[in-house]
């Protein structure tokens, strides 16, 4: 069984980059697509992006100066970082793989992390 | 960029009825392949999301038949047949262009 893992800095400072690496066990991560999503508290979800594991990436219009995501095939994980981070980033983020087939649904979802930014 | 929006946000069940979300797309979502572009999720108190239907009408695997998904282009509905305790949370339609796009969601409690 496929599971996702968050992990990374749960604070973070205004104008600092927010980092995450999402690991990947019980499966491949060669030949799906990955995103991260994000919900602050009491609203909705939003799709940050998402990459294949060939690196190919596409991130949301609203977020694409300050976004930037990799993937590490050797290690079975892929990260995403947000620069400039403002308090209107503090989130669950969750990381989630994509089925191969049909419209990509998310098929997988990590527990989530929540991030916090604030001095 | 395409808006989902939902209706009804808030949803008061009764265990053994029936039940029904509604979703609205700013623009079709109907591929030449002849699928539908959304999908819809539920977020059960404390948990991730989960996959209940994708492509508008196909159940996911494991999901109880009690819950079916129907429309297209624009205009999309959840139904729920028969209300159970444990479906009580929140439902996500989400669009699945380039950029996933998710609706407010709608709370279903009992």
């Known amino acids: 069984q496929v599971q996702l893992q968050e992990s990374g800095p749960r604070l973070v400072k205004p104008s600092e980059t927010l980092s995450l690496t999402c690991t990947v066990s019980g499966g491949s991560i060669s030949g799906y697509y990955w995103s991260w999503i994000r919900q602050p508290p009491g609203k909705t979800l939003e799709h940050i992006g998402y990459?294949?594991?060939?690196?190919?990436?596409h991130y949301n219009p609203s977020l694409v100066s300050r976004v930037s995501m990799s993937v590490d095939t050797s290690n079975n994980r892929f990260s995403v970082r947000l620069s400039s981070a403002t308090a209107a980033d503090t989130a669950i983020y969750y990381c989630?793989?994509?089925?191969?087939?049909?419209?990509?649904?998310?098929?997988?979802w990590g527990p989530g992390t929540l991030v916090t930014v604030s001095s | 960029e395409s808006v989902v929006t939902q209706s009804p946000l808030s949803l008061p069940v009764t265990p053994g009825e029936p039940a029904a979300i509604y979703c609205r797309s700013s623009?079709?979502?109907?591929?030449?392949?002849?699928?539908?572009?959304l999908d819809w999720y539920l977020q059960k108190p404390g948990q991730s999301p989960q996959l209940l239907i994708h492509s508008g009408s196909i159940r996911a695997s494991g999901v109880p038949d009690r819950f079916s998904g129907s429309g297209s282009g624009t205009d999309f509905t959840l139904k729920i047949s028969r209300v159970e305790a444990e479906d009580v949370g929140i439902y996500y339609c989400?669009?699945?262009?380039?950029?996933?796009?998710f609706g407010q969601g709608t709370k279903v409690e009992i």
């Open positions: 623009q079709s979502l109907l591929q030449i392949n002849g699928y539908n572009s």
């Open positions: 989630v793989r994509h089925q191969n087939s049909g419209t990509y649904p998310i098929d997988h």
């Open positions: 990459i294949y594991s060939t690196g190919s990436a």
């Open positions: 989400m669009q699945a262009l380039q950029t996933r796009t």
